[in-house]
Structure formats: structure tokens, C-alpha cells
């Protein structure tokens, strides 16, 4: 099952105190863990990446990925 972006967020927040949330790209990464291992793998990931970066800046595509920093309750 995929989960959403605030159902993620709430689960975390319950444990956890958030110190930053961003959306960002990671379709390169489920692109890259496809890619037949060669010589060249991490070249293609790198201008896959570059390429997604830049369609999101130009907002041409939405950032599926979600970076979250947080830290134990103390």
C-alpha cells in the first residue's frame, strides 16, 4: 500500500519531533534501481535525477518524494 504524504507526517509526528519536511524527487531512484548494473549505472542516475530536478523546478512535474527530519521526544 502507498501512503500519503499527511498520514506519513502524523505517524512521525506522534513519535517524533519534526525539524524540517520537503517534497523531492525520487522517481530517479525507483528508475535507477532498475537499470541493468554497468559500468555507467550511477551516470545514468545522476542525469536521470538532473533531469527530474529541473522538470520540477520548471513545474512540469510534482516531487512524489518526501525528505523528513525529526528527532526522539526526549
Not at 519536511?21 to 545514468?44: G, M
Request: glycine fraction near 2%.
Amino acid at each position: 500500500p502507498i501512503h500519503t504524504a499527511p498520514l506519513i507526517l502524523e505517524s512521525v509526528k506522534s513519535r517524533f519531533e519534526l525539524r524540517e519536511t520537503r517534497d523531492v524527487a525520487y522517481l530517479y531512484r525507483h528508475l535507477h534501481d532498475r537499470l541493468e548494473r554497468a559500468e555507467r549505472t550511477d551516470a545514468i542516475g545522476k542525469q536521470i535525477h538532473a533531469v527530474e530536478e529541473r522538470l520540477i523546478a520548471e513545474r512540469a512535474l510534482r516531487p512524489v518524494g518526501l525528505r523528513i527530519v525529526a528527532q526522539r521526544r526526549t
